[in-house]
């Protein structure tokens, strides 16, 4: 559960810093979301 907090603020992080336009946003949390789900599938 730590692990996937700590992945969760990273991604925030970078969610937040990396898009300059609506396109680089919805990029930012696909990419997020990818991580999100990779990480609970892997903790399964």
Do not use: Q
Not at 4 to 22: D, E, K, P, R
Not at 24 to 42: C, L, M, P
């Amino acid at each position: 559960m730590r692990k996937f907090v700590g992945l969760a603020l990273v991604a925030g992080a970078l969610l937040v810093s990396a898009c300059n336009t609506i396109e680089g946003a919805g990029k930012d949390v696909k990419s997020a979301g990818n991580t999100v789900a990779k990480t609970a599938h892997d903790a399964k």
